[in-house]
């Protein structure tokens, strides 16, 4: 996801890369010195947390920045807390689903697998080594995520605000990853409304409102502001979502870089499926999603139904909607307009992305 532009004067985004890179040089000195297979790990999962486009840092930034805020590199050690958090729960979120590849290339548990099948064992022992692998680097990162707040120079007051809503953050995901978790345990597809609050909770909330109410009660302005742009944050990721439920199906995988059959292959909750199942093409359509064996041919005709019976529409229509509504929210006179703009412009950048 491309991100407006942060304002002439602000180089947050090199002063997040600086932090992150002098905290995997420290972790990576103290691994060493107790083991050569405990330093492999963390530069593996240095490797995991780099190639991304650091999102939740430079949000944070930009709320920060245009509340007046001067003190980037305190900025940027919150926002590299959000990177860490965020790296952590895509490392869990991989587990979970049991996928080895992200980013087009071998995650935490790709890279252990591999290994493993490498030196000659068994499918099954290889999968169970990469998966604990990537257990264990996810513990890492989420740890690190609060250790990293506790390094930034503020007052304490603030400091205990900032990792409130950090752990406000993780705590949403982890419900939101547990409710998701549930509905593939059902065959019937949930109610549009249960998905949409999954999807704020596991991805909106860390994603885009915590970020941006971090950057308000880092500058000191907290109360109607900092409400605001949660509120703005929560609209916006939703549309996010949606539009990434979009992709999932009918991206192409140079775009995304995810596979365009790992979601109907799972079966994935989204609402185009609840929308979907609303309709005649039900019957058919729950047939093919769901298979791990799902191919080219089987996931056309999916796609040819979810077009048919107007999910694909509907989802459309969905995050038109809510960036609307963040684009209300922006309309409150407490929220200077210097700022307003470039909110705009990372709302833009959300929901117009190109499959």
């Given amino acids: 996801m491309e991100m407006a532009s942060l304002p002439a004067h602000v180089t947050g985004h090199d002063l997040v890369e600086r932090v992150l890179d002098?905290?995997?040089?420290?972790?990576?000195?103290?691994?060493?010195?107790?083991?050569?297979?405990?330093?492999?790990?963390?530069?593996?999962?240095?490797?995991?947390?780099?190639?991304?486009?650091?999102?939740?840092?430079?949000?944070?930034?930009?709320?920060?920045?245009?509340?007046?805020?001067?003190?980037?590199?305190a900025a940027a050690r919150a926002g590299a807390a959000f990177e860490l958090l965020h790296t952590a729960l895509i490392i869990h979120d991989d587990v979970i689903d049991l996928d080895f590849m992200r980013r087009g290339r071998r995650n935490v548990?790709?890279?252990?697998?591999?290994?493993?099948?490498?030196?000659g064992e068994s499918a099954e022992i290889a999968r169970h080594r990469g998966l604990s692998a990537g257990v264990i680097a996810g513990d890492l990162a989420l740890v690190h995520a609060f250790r990293m707040l506790e390094t930034v120079e503020t007052d304490s007051?603030?400091?205990?605000?900032?990792?409130?809503?950090?752990?406000?953050?993780?705590?949403?995901?982890?419900?939101?990853?547990?409710?998701?978790?549930?509905?593939?345990?059902?065959?019937?597809?949930?109610?549009?409304?249960?998905?949409?609050?999954?999807?704020?909770?596991?991805?909106?909330?860390?994603s885009f409102e915590a970020p941006l109410r971090a950057g308000a009660v880092l500058a000191g302005v907290d109360g109607e502001v900092s409400a605001t742009l949660g509120k703005f944050g929560r609209d916006t990721g939703i549309a996010y979502q949606v539009v990434d439920d979009l992709l999932g199906i009918f991206g192409s995988e140079s775009a995304t870089g995810k596979s365009s059959l790992s979601d109907l292959r799972e079966?994935?909750?989204t609402v185009l499926i609840a929308h979907a199942a609303q309709t005649g093409v039900w019957d058919?359509?729950?047939?093919?999603?769901?298979?791990?064996?799902?191919?080219?041919?089987?996931?056309?005709?999916?796609?040819?139904?979810?077009?048919?019976?107007?999910?694909?529409?509907?989802?459309?229509?969905?995050?038109?909607?809510?960036?609307?509504?963040?684009?209300?929210?922006?309309?409150?006179?407490?929220?200077?307009?210097?700022?307003?703009?470039?909110?705009?412009?990372?709302?833009?950048?959300?929901v117009e992305r190109r499959s």
């Fill in 157 to 206: 007051a603030t400091r205990l605000a900032l990792t409130e809503i950090l752990e406000d953050a993780m705590f949403a995901s982890a419900g939101g990853e547990l409710i998701d978790i549930d509905f593939s345990l059902h065959p019937a597809a949930p109610p549009v409304e249960d998905i949409l609050h999954m999807e704020r909770l596991k991805t909106a909330v860390y």
């Fill in 109 to 119: 548990a790709g890279a252990y697998r591999d290994r493993a099948e490498a030196a």
């Fill in 22 to 73: 002098e905290f995997f040089d420290q972790a990576r000195a103290r691994a060493g010195k107790l083991s050569p297979r405990y330093l492999s790990l963390w530069e593996i999962l240095q490797s995991s947390a780099r190639g991304g486009k650091r999102v939740r840092p430079r949000i944070l930034l930009t709320a920060y920045a245009g509340l007046g805020g001067t003190d980037l590199e």
């Fill in 284 to 350: 058919e359509l729950s047939g093919l999603i769901g298979d791990p064996a799902l191919g080219p041919r089987q996931a056309d005709r999916a796609r040819e139904l979810l077009e048919s019976c107007g999910a694909r529409a509907f989802a459309e229509d969905l995050a038109n909607e809510y960036a609307t509504r963040a684009r209300s929210h922006l309309e409150c006179p407490a929220v200077p307009e210097p700022l307003r703009a470039v909110l705009c412009g990372i709302l833009a950048d959300a």
């Fill in 267 to 269: 079966g994935k909750r």
